[in-house]
């Protein structure tokens, strides 16, 4: 039996790969993993405690997930996406609709196909640094806010952008509406030197990816439940749905050294690095975007797209986030005293980048299409579908999601009509080599009537 997966992680690992992607631990140079041995994947065995109904060594485990006195924590071992369903769920009790966001998480969706709750979806401001969705307008939101179960916001988005979440969370307590904050890239919110947790400002549900920035197995995040949270009793039994009655102690015991790592962190060393980092770049030719919050840059080069960028980058076994048309996304290590993470190595592979000598006369600046106005969203069960040429759908219900990558969410719904905008919005993204979910050889899936 040939074993492809395992030979293909073995060659990436003997090329020295350096990571300014997910997961935190950075091919294990960040933090302190290697401590927890294979030896320790265990069952729920005596005196190893239940997640789905813990009373002892997990319970005390949990309990150290402080980062604020207002709220109880869990450990989510299927992913953040498994948070976010549970609240979903337990909030369809309800028979008001949802409020959120255009830049939440495909999770979102599919927790509102699971639980058929329609959503009313607030109008959107555009970054102007990375051309990406940045925040809900809220001046817009708040003429909305009336009769929904739940709303649910991305903080930061996906390049670090960050917003006014704690006047989002105000405007939605003020209309009765309970909020859930998807903080998936900000488990290290809170540390000194980066941008406030939404914890601080009494939201009801946070969930947190521990794995995207701190040193943690990947599928390993957190479920922060407010005190004061309504629903709460249904949350937690949907926790139990949405997760592995497996649950892996391997994940669990990562998810406990990263809360260790947190508390005791130092962000000394991280701006220091950082900042040499961001010279050794620059001095190149790139030109690096500084995020609101301080573990994201995006790097572009005059001329040339993200894409290219990245290709230059992994030339040299330096792998980042993503790329897009307009810039290339590292996400940063949180360096710390005796790391092993190849800083100096990351040094001359910078200096041994290959670079064209002029900007390329053929490339051309574009605008992501995306899509910013109010809209709604109705879970639709299509009862057959069918895939067509794009250009022969105007007219017809999609029978799928269209996601975009970057930035990974939905743009496009089910059900929604396709447009002639839809179409020149979907092949500007094929022309500029974005790839989309949902269109497979220039076709997408219709309904069939």
Known sequence: MKLPLNHQLKAFLDKTPISFHVPGHKNMTIGDLKQIGLDMDITEITDFDDLHHPEEVLKESMQQLTKHPDYEAYY??????????SVIQAAAQSSDSILMSRNVHKSVFHGLDLSTQAAQIMPMEMSKQ??????PDISEAENTMTDHSLAIVTYPNYYGETFDVQRFIQSSHKHHIPVLIDEAHGAHFGLEGFPVSSLEYQADY????????????????????????PYQAQVKQYLTYFQSSSPSYLLMAGLERAQAFYQNYNSTLFFKK????????????????????????TLKYPGHSGYEVQTW????????ELADDYQTLLVLPLWHEDDTFPFELLQERIKQIVLPEMPSSNYIDQENLLPTEMGHYQPLHLKSTIEVELQKAVG???GQHLVPYPPGIPVYFKGEEVTDNVVQNVESW?????RVEGLKDNKIRIEDN
């Open 274 to 297: 950082r900042k040499v980092l961001m010279t050794d770049l620059r001095s190149r030719g790139f030109l690096v975007g500084e995020m609101d919050d301080p573990l994201k840059l």
């Open 130 to 135: 990375t051309k990406h969705y940045r925040a």
């Open 313 to 320: 980058l992994e030339e040299q076994d330096i792998y980042v």
């Open 430 to 434: 094929i022309a500029q080599g974005i």
């Open 396 to 398: 017809k219900r999609l």
């Open 206 to 229: 946070v969930v947190q990816s521990y794995h995207k920035t701190l040193p943690a197995f990947t599928m390993s995040s957190v479920i922060f439940i407010h005190k004061d949270a």
């Open 76 to 85: 989510l071992v299927n992913g953040t996406t498994s948070g976010i369903l």
